[in-house]
């Protein structure tokens, strides 16, 4: 039975395939798991690292991907080749709010410093009030604990208040993850402002 179908996932995760098999395969379950239930991945647009073998295993299970590059890395990024509707943008920027008017959550992969800047800003979307759709961040194999402990010393410092972890649900696994998306529904959310 399909659950919460025609939900669109951003997913934001790495260009590389990191060091530990277990990112590679969570993309790879990840991926399967978005198409056996209905849901469409939206995502960067390229054909390598975890962004390329989710979108892979998308393709493979029958599902729906729909991906965002920007001119400057299609060559870069190898913007992928397969049956993707593919929509090319001008710059990072317009790529990212791409992304996020086409998307009902957003899920946060192992990655680098990119996963992690489109992370924080959709979290400070969030936390200026832009919008209040549901981020998730996966810590396959505790990749994830650094990026939370920044989190945390900025609520420390007093940089950030507490309810900053309101904004976001911490899942260690992908099946963790698809349990929580199997509880959504579309919500009525508008756009964001311009930023």
């Not at 390598?48 to 001119?71: E, R």
């Not at 979290?123 to 832009?130: E, F, N």
Request: aromatic share 8%; hydrophobic share 45%.
């Amino acid at each position: 039975m399909i659950s919460s179908p025609n939900l669109s996932i951003a997913v934001f995760c790495g260009s590389r395939f990191g060091n530990n098999p277990a990112f590679r395969a969570a993309g790879e379950q990840l991926g399967h798991a978005l198409a056996d239930t209905g849901k469409r991945l939206v995502y960067g647009g390229g054909q390598v690292g975890l962004m390329g073998v989710i979108a892979d295993a998308v393709i493979k299970a029958g599902g729906d991907v729909f991906g965002v590059i920007p001119a400057f890395l299609q060559r870069r990024e190898v913007a992928h080749q397969g049956p993707v509707a593919l929509v090319v943008t001008d710059t990072m920027h317009d790529r990212k709010r791409r992304m996020f008017e086409a998307s009902d959550a957003f899920v946060i992969m192992p990655g680098g410093i990119g996963t992690f800047d489109e992370a924080i800003e959709i979290t400070t979307w969030a936390q200026l009030g832009l919008h209040d759709k549901p981020i998730f961040v996966v810590d396959v194999a505790g990749w994830a604990k650094p990026y939370l402990a920044m989190i945390e010393a900025a609520i420390e410092t007093g940089f950030a208040p507490e309810e900053t972890r309101n904004l976001y649900q911490v899942v260690p696994d992908v099946p963790a993850l698809m349990h929580q998306l199997a509880t959504l529904t579309r919500p009525a959310i508008g756009q964001p402002e311009r930023v």
